[in-house]
Nanobody, 124 residues
Framework: QVQLVESGGGSVQAGGSLRLSCADS????????MGWFRQAPGKEHECVAI????????YYADSVRGRFTISRDNAKNTVYLQMNSLKPEDTAVYYC?????????????????WGQGTQVTVSS
């Protein structure tokens, strides 16, 4: 059973930082590819970052590369998204997602498990 719970969202001014966490209560976290997605009002889901199950490979969307960092601690069943130099356009609900098949895709359909989402609001 995979249960993903995000935390760490909130409101911040432009240029600020937030760190999102996503904890899984299941036993197999360490073998999943993990991704962070976001959805802004009126927009489609966007994959912002992916991390392999070993943590050795990462992907970032062009819109966040150089500002966001994805990491994981398999001993704690947790994946993180460190967000620096935040911009108003980063405002969205952020979701973590797990792919038990250890695939590598930015498509939503590649992820079988999702958290409930956490709101990030960046004001100018």
């Amino acid at each position: 059973q995979v249960q993903l719970v995000e935390s760490g969202g909130g409101s911040v001014q432009a240029g600020g930082s937030l760190r999102l966490s996503c904890a899984d209560s299941g036993r197999a976290f360490g073998i999943y590819t993990m991704g962070w997605f976001r959805q802004a009002p009126g927009k489609e889901h966007e994959c912002v970052a992916i991390i392999s199950w070993t943590g050795s490979t990462t992907y970032y969307a062009d819109s966040v590369r150089g500002r966001f960092t994805i990491s994981r601690d398999n001993a704690k069943n947790t994946v993180y998204l460190q967000m620096n130099s935040l911009k108003p356009e980063d405002t969205a609900v952020y979701y973590c997602a797990a792919d038990p098949s250890r695939g590598w895709t930015t498509a939503r359909r590649g992820y079988g498990y999702w958290g409930q989402g956490t709101q990030v609001t960046v004001s100018s």
